[in-house]
């Protein structure tokens, strides 16, 4: 269970570590100060914006990233799980900077685009994809097609997973309490406004680990749903692994009423295993989703499944479409990001530094007997600021019991950042490990920690 550190020393300490903060990060204060005025938030994505202010970074070389102010980090936010390759990788550079010198977007069909396509279709086990430049994009079309395959509106989302910045799927990603209705049957909820309510009401919401209430849910809304669009392992809540069956009982409640299973593999596609989530939890959904690392660091996303599904993308049916898709430059960076640094022999030095890494943040947690645990899969791994193993949005949220400890969350990334380790801010994500992170940077991660466990528990 582990015993939670006093409030006052939290807070005491909280303060000194911002203030650190502040004293290293100078510049980073003047360019936020100055970006409020030409970009909302003085970010170029909402999700950048973070206590206690953004870091501007300036340049970054392997598993190391440079801020503005010249503080150098272990880089573990890795750009939201995007840079799996590292940063700067030569491979990358080298491909990158052959296709600039040779154009870089024609919007033709040039060999890259189906070289990649092909080796995702191969990797992945899929018949057929198509690209997008976001995941955002990837699983608003894979559930357009959903859509126009079964000629149903409805879709369903887990509770607390975020699939992008569609209107679909901008549902029920952090409802408050007051807002999500019983369990039973929870509420779709929108996030921030600027989504019609009616499109609201048609994404369907269920919790995580809960394979009877989707079967409920189905049954209540027989013939109307088209597609259930999930990550079979939740990644924007920390990590909440599926429990064992879970996953299978799905695959098969989906297949049963006929509605189309879409796994979204933004997040896992190239990070968690060389052939993704199908390799690790052996479930085959109908459509993947994919995006961040499988563009080598550049925004190239895609869909693909079955190929009587993607029969369905043409000219009179269902519409994919896109200026950018299978833009030369992402695909070029994408197609050798696969092949030559994301190898299958790549996967097990990643096994391995994660599970160092889980290692030794475990140990710490059992040395200072803090009210956490660790969890990982493949490149991606967390501590879990929770006394209790968490199964759902939830749980995670404090409603059904402790939930995340926000204050000792924030608190041990004020420590990683002050001691060179820059990991995601915000207290809903996971590290993300690179190719060429190494042991020194796992040491770097724990040693942070240690002192974080040492000071918080006042050992
Ligand atoms: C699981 C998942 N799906 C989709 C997206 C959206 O991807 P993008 O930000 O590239 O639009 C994200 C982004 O964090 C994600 O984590």
Same mark, same amino acid.
Request: with cysteine.
């Given at each position: 269970? !582990?015993?939670?550190?006093?409030?006052?020393?939290?807070d005491?300490?909280?303060?000194?570590?911002?203030?650190l903060v502040?004293?290293?990060?100078?510049? *980073?204060?003047?360019?936020?100060?100055?970006?409020l005025?030409?970009?909302?938030?003085g970010?170029?994505? *909402?999700f950048?914006?973070?206590?206690?202010y953004?870091?501007f970074?300036?340049?970054a070389k !392997?598993?190391r990233?440079?801020?503005?102010?010249?503080?150098?980090?272990?880089?573990y936010?890795?750009?939201f799980? +995007?840079?799996?390759?590292?940063?700067?990788?030569?491979?990358?550079?080298?491909?990158?900077?052959?296709?600039?010198a040779?154009?870089?977007h024609?919007?033709?069909?040039v060999?890259?685009?189906?070289?990649?396509a092909?080796?995702l279709?191969?990797?992945?086990?899929i018949?057929q994809?198509?690209?997008?430049?976001?995941?955002?994009?990837?699983?608003m079309d894979?559930i357009?097609?959903?859509?126009? +395959?079964?000629?149903?509106?409805?879709?369903?989302k887990?509770?607390?997973?975020?699939?992008?910045?569609?209107e679909?799927?901008? +549902?029920?990603?952090?409802?408050?309490?007051?807002?999500?209705?019983?369990?039973?049957?929870p509420?779709?909820v929108?996030?921030g406004?600027g989504t019609?309510k009616?499109?609201t009401?048609?994404?369907?919401?269920v919790?995580?680990?809960?394979a009877?209430?989707?079967?409920r849910?189905?049954? @209540?809304?027989?013939?109307?749903v @088209?597609?259930?669009?999930?990550?079979?392992?939740?990644?924007?809540v920390?990590?909440i692994?599926p429990?064992?069956?879970?996953?299978?009982?799905?695959?098969?409640?989906c *297949?049963?009423?006929?509605?189309?299973l879409?796994f979204d593999?933004?997040k896992?596609?190239?990070t968690?295993?060389?052939?993704g989530?199908?390799?690790?939890?052996?479930?085959?959904?109908d459509l993947?989703?994919?995006?961040k690392?499988? !563009?080598?660091?550049?925004?190239l996303?895609?869909?693909?499944?079955r !190929?009587e599904?993607? @029969?369905?993308?043409?000219?009179?049916?269902?519409?994919?479409?896109g200026?950018?898709n299978?833009n030369p430059?992402?695909?070029?960076?994408? =197609?050798?990001?696969l092949?030559?640094? =994301?190898?299958?022999?790549?996967y097990k030095e990643?096994?391995r530094l994660?599970d160092?890494?889980?290692?030794?943040?475990?140990?710490?947690?059992?040395t200072?007997?803090?009210?956490?645990y660790?969890?990982g899969?493949?490149?991606?791994?967390? +501590?879990m600021?929770a006394p209790?193993?968490l199964?759902d949005?939830r749980?995670?949220?404090?409603?059904?019991g402790?939930?995340?400890?926000?204050?000792?969350?924030?608190? *041990?990334?004020?420590?990683?950042?002050?001691?060179?380790?820059?990991?995601?801010?915000?207290?809903d994500?996971?590290?993300?490990?690179s190719v060429q992170?190494?042991?020194?940077?796992?040491?770097r991660?724990?040693?942070?920690?240690?002192?974080?466990?040492?000071?918080v528990?006042?050992?």
């Amino acid at each position: 269970m !582990g015993r939670r550190p006093d409030q006052e020393r939290i807070d005491s300490l909280t303060k000194a570590r911002t203030q650190l903060v502040h004293e290293r990060t100078p510049k *980073s204060r003047e360019w936020r100060e100055r970006s409020l005025a030409s970009l909302p938030l003085g970010v170029a994505s *909402s999700f950048q914006d973070a206590p206690p202010y953004p870091i501007f970074f300036e340049r970054a070389k !392997g598993s190391r990233v440079w801020d503005v102010d010249g503080n150098e980090y272990a880089d573990y936010h890795n750009g939201f799980g +995007v840079m799996a390759v590292g940063h700067a990788h030569p491979k990358i550079v080298e491909a990158l900077s052959e296709r600039a010198a040779i154009g870089t977007h024609f919007a033709q069909p040039v060999a890259e685009t189906t070289l990649l396509a092909e080796e995702l279709c191969r990797r992945f086990r899929i018949d057929q994809m198509r690209f997008t430049n976001s995941g955002t994009e990837a699983t608003m079309d894979a559930i357009r097609l959903a859509r126009g +395959v079964t000629g149903r509106d409805k879709i369903v989302k887990i509770e607390g997973s975020y699939h992008g910045h569609h209107e679909s799927v901008l +549902v029920s990603i952090r409802p408050s309490r007051d807002k999500m209705g019983p369990r039973e049957t929870p509420a779709s909820v929108e996030f921030g406004s600027g989504t019609p309510k009616a499109v609201t009401e048609l994404t369907l919401i269920v919790p995580y680990n809960d394979a009877e209430a989707l079967d409920r849910l189905l049954a @209540a809304n027989a013939g109307e749903v @088209a597609g259930m669009i999930m990550e079979p392992v939740m990644m924007n809540v920390g990590i909440i692994d599926p429990e064992p069956g879970y996953l299978e009982a799905v695959r098969e409640i989906c *297949s049963r009423h006929g509605v189309i299973l879409i796994f979204d593999e933004v997040k896992t596609g190239a990070t968690i295993a060389y052939g993704g989530a199908e390799e690790v939890y052996g479930v085959a959904p109908d459509l993947k989703c994919f995006a961040k690392a499988v !563009g080598g660091g550049t925004p190239l996303g895609g869909f693909g499944g079955r !190929g009587e599904l993607m @029969a369905e993308i043409a000219k009179d049916g269902v519409p994919q479409l896109g200026t950018f898709n299978g833009n030369p430059l992402c695909a070029r960076a994408g =197609l050798v990001a696969l092949t030559e640094v =994301l190898t299958e022999g790549a996967y097990k030095e990643l096994n391995r530094l994660n599970d160092a890494q889980l290692a030794g943040c475990q140990r710490v947690i059992d040395t200072y007997d803090l009210p956490c645990y660790t969890t990982g899969v493949g490149g991606k791994g967390a +501590v879990m600021y929770a006394p209790e193993r968490l199964r759902d949005y939830r749980a995670y949220a404090g409603f059904d019991g402790d939930g995340v400890d926000e204050h000792l969350s924030y608190l *041990s990334w004020l420590y990683e950042m002050t001691e060179g380790v820059f990991m995601t801010p915000g207290i809903d994500e996971q590290w993300t490990l690179s190719v060429q992170h190494t042991d020194e940077d796992v040491a770097r991660y724990v040693n942070a920690f240690e002192t974080f466990a040492k000071e918080v528990t006042g050992s």
